[in-house]
């Protein structure tokens, strides 16, 4: 089956340690995506990239980074910079390309719990 | 930059029947694209519905439709005949038109509740 896989789904780290969340999509898809849910806050763009070896930050980059060695992957690292971390991430993919509704696939999400 | 608000943070609804959650949009481009997204209890992001913008008629998708008002920057979703498994967070979405980041921009949420 055709997807996104996020792991693992509850993650609880102490504070000051650094933590990776993994991100892998079948889907052939170019453009992949880490937000971050917060209760009553919506969904809000950490980074994005659009090519492999390629990504930018989105709204709330501070404290966080990623990689894109491979097009199926695009691992989250939240550093112990990040003063807030505790929250609900999720990856998304999609085509890439100009023109057309080309919507965000969505994986399951990891909880994240620092203490 | 563009925005996206929804004003109702909770619905209610009987089974069965039709409700209408609402949405609004700021931006300065006329080419973009509108989405509502659901998200069950399970968290799982799932695409309910799509609206491109120079498509003046109304995306519609099963029980889910929505009023695209383009002049007035809304776009509602309505869902007619109302089951339990409809009982979700839904987000609105925009998205710019191509070529630029392609990122999208969600509001905050409502959270429908579907009553027996």
């Known amino acids: 089956d055709g997807g996104i896989t996020q792991s693992p789904k509850y993650l609880f780290r102490k504070e000051g340690q650094n933590v990776t969340l993994s991100c892998e999509q079948n889907?052939?898809?170019?453009?992949m995506y880490w937000y971050r849910q917060d209760p009553g806050q919506g969904l809000r763009l950490i980074y994005y990239s659009q090519i492999v070896n390629d990504f930018q930050k989105g709204d709330i980059a501070e404290g966080y980074s990623v990689s894109r060695e491979k097009k199926e992957s695009f691992p989250l690292t939240v550093t112990s910079a990040q003063k807030n971390p505790t929250a609900f991430y999720l990856c998304?993919?999609?085509?890439?390309?100009?023109?057309?509704?080309?919507?965000?696939?969505f994986g399951p999400g990891t909880r994240l719990t620092v203490t | 930059a563009q925005t996206v608000t929804q004003s109702q943070p909770e619905m209610s609804v009987q089974e069965a029947e039709t409700v209408t959650l609402s949405c609004t949009y700021d931006t300065s481009e006329s080419d973009y694209y509108l989405f509502w997204y659901k998200q069950p209890p399970s968290r799982q992001m799932i695409l309910v519905i799509r609206q491109e913008a120079y498509k003046q008629q109304n995306a519609t998708e099963n029980r889910f439709s929505v009023n695209f008002q383009k002049a007035a920057k809304s776009f509602s979703l309505k869902i007619s005949d109302s089951q339990l498994g409809d009982a979700a967070m839904y987000f609105c979405?925009?998205?710019?038109?191509?070529?630029?980041?392609?990122?999208?921009?969600f509001g905050k949420g409502t959270k429908l509740t579907v009553n027996p």
């Open positions: 998304a993919s999609s085509i890439w390309a100009s023109g057309g509704p080309y919507e965000q696939y």
């Open positions: 889907l052939n898809h170019d453009a």
């Open positions: 979405a925009y998205r710019p038109p191509a070529g630029g980041s392609e990122k999208l921009v």
